[in-house]
């Protein structure tokens, strides 16, 4: 079994910054590809960003590119998500996940574990 919580969210004023984190437990995920989620209500889960096991490589999607930055810390056990200049439009529940296997994907089906959110508001 692998236990993810995510941690960080919180209230911003637009513009401001918030930095995400999502620690593990019951596994090393040293060997893990990981990501992060959003979902508002009403709306499918979508895809933010996503590294590989040992932090190699990164992948964004388009909207929150050169804003945000995921990144981990494997002695810990951790996954961050620094999240700069927000928007409104960043509001959402932010998931913690990971996958069996090393590389990155940008599917919610593709992976295996989550956590159980942490809410982002960001007002204007």
């Known amino acids: 079994q692998v236990q993810l919580v995510e941690s960080g969210g919180g209230l911003v004023q637009a513009g401001g910054s918030l930095r995400l984190s999502c620690t593990a437990s019951?596994?090393?995920?040293?060997?893990?590809?990981m990501g992060w989620f959003r979902q508002t209500p009403g709306k499918e889960r979508e895809f933010v960003a996503a590294?590989?096991?040992?932090?190699?490589?990164?992948y964004y999607t388009d909207s929150v590119k050169g804003r945000f930055t995921i990144s981990r810390d494997n002695a810990k056990n951790t996954m961050y998500l620094q999240m700069n200049s927000l928007k409104p439009e960043d509001t959402a529940v932010y998931y913690c996940?990971?996958?069996?296997?090393?590389?990155?994907?940008?599917?919610?089906?593709?992976?295996?574990?989550w956590g159980q959110g942490t809410r982002v508001t960001v007002s204007s």
């Open positions: 996940s990971a996958r069996t296997g090393a590389l990155y994907r940008i599917k919610k089906s593709e992976y295996d574990y």
């Open positions: 019951g596994r090393t995920l040293s060997s893990y590809a």
């Open positions: 590294i590989s096991s040992k932090g190699a490589s990164t």
